[in-house]
């Protein structure tokens, strides 16, 4: 009873005591709670915010790189213009292939107006709390920026690329005009002379002459000089194919009879040969050596059956002792088209093809302009 007594005495003595600390403690609990809820609130505003300025800058990265990749594919579309032209180089620049199936820890993110960009996947975060999410978008933040990384890196070398191939068509239009003028001046011909003629039907319009565009990428700078090159590859092209430097039969050339002095095949006597024989079969295609317009296509005494084609520039060619004449007289006839057929008609001792060249009307030897041919590899 005197334990009892002490120790209900004690109790209703403190009771007032112990009941004010654990209020205490309880509101100062509750108030550090507040507190850390307000901190993580904070820190989740100051993640939002961060994140929607880092998705915005992404965007606009984004955009960027779509822009530049729509600049690089209609270079690529140019450049493809220009390969059909130059044969050696037929390098079409195509921008890397899309990707096909995503793998998991990729996912698409769509940029709202052209399309979608290939972002890493958000990792999955066993945190169920603002910091666990933190960490989720710094990781994301990581991600697209190493996405973005390599797009641009990607886009980098797709410019250099196409740079050189730009360099490697202007030096192509370039060596293959120098080629061409080393072989018209070794001819005496005036280099950039268009044939007789020769005008390419179907276009028109006002003359505008051509400028460097200003302000213009070296991109651009560089194709404005590749277009120079081209037209002056063009206009050297068409005065080559004027010029009789092809071989009027198939196959390779067997000589029966050279230009000059020779025994009359008939008298013996000496006698002045204004053409070369060439070993063919009876009934073989003979083909213009050049672009040009037929003046004669008949029977002209020993030549037999003869065609005659003028190329322009004093420049002619004669094809004689034919079986067949396959054109007449004013038509217009390409280099490598058929003008008649291998015979032995007129004065002739068996089937041949006597074949002439003519300056201003004189015969030259035509092998001047036949052995340049394996010069022009590539370019006739």
Not at 108 to 114: F, R, V
């Amino acid at each position: 009873m005197g334990i009892w007594t002490i120790t209900t005495a004690t109790y209703f003595a403190f009771r007032e005591d112990v009941l004010t600390r654990l209020i205490a403690r309880q509101t100062e609990m509750q108030f550090g709670y507040e507190d850390r809820i307000a901190e993580l609130r904070a820190r989740v505003d100051r993640i939002t915010s961060r994140q929607l300025l880092d998705q915005e800058q992404y965007e606009q990265k984004v955009e960027q790189i779509l822009r530049r990749q729509e600049t690089l594919e209609s270079r690529a579309n140019t450049l493809g213009g220009l390969s059909d032209v130059t044969s050696s180089i037929r390098q079409r620049v195509r921008p890397a292939p899309a990707e096909t199936s995503a793998p998991s820890r990729f996912k698409l993110i769509p940029t709202g107006k052209k399309g979608a960009f290939l972002v890493p996947r958000e990792p999955e975060s066993p945190l169920g709390n603002a910091s666990g999410n933190a960490q989720l978008n710094i990781a994301t933040a990581t991600g697209m920026t190493g996405a973005i990384a390599k797009a641009q890196a990607s886009l980098d070398r797709m410019e250099r690329k196409q740079a050189t191939t730009l360099d490697l068509i202007e030096e192509n239009y370039q060596s293959r005009a120098q080629q061409i003028r080393g072989v018209l001046t070794a001819l005496g011909v005036q280099a950039g002379k268009a044939a007789k003629g020769e005008r390419i039907a179907g276009l028109g319009g006002p003359f505008v002459a051509a400028r460097e565009p200003k302000d213009a990428s070296s991109f651009d700078r560089q194709l404005y000089r590749i277009g120079l090159a081209r037209i002056e590859y063009n206009n050297l092209t068409r005065t080559l194919n004027s010029i009789p430097v092809r071989k009027p039969l198939d196959g390779e050339i067997e000589l029966m009879s050279g230009f000059g002095i020779r025994q009359d095949p008939f008298t013996g006597a000496p006698a002045m040969h204004t053409g070369i024989d060439l070993h063919g079969r009876p009934g073989e295609a003979v083909r213009t050596s050049a672009d040009g317009t037929v003046t004669a296509a008949g029977w002209s005494g020993g030549y037999g059956r003869v065609v005659d084609i003028d190329h322009g520039g004093g420049l002619s060619t004669r094809y004689a002792h034919l079986s067949a004449i396959d054109v007449q007289v004013g038509q217009r006839i390409k280099a490598g088209q058929m003008v008649g057929r291998l015979g032995s008609t007129g004065r002739s001792t068996g089937p041949h093809l006597h074949y002439e060249t003519r300056v201003n009307g004189e015969a030259v030897d035509p092998h001047k302009f036949l052995r340049v041919e394996t010069k022009l590899a590539g370019l006739i």
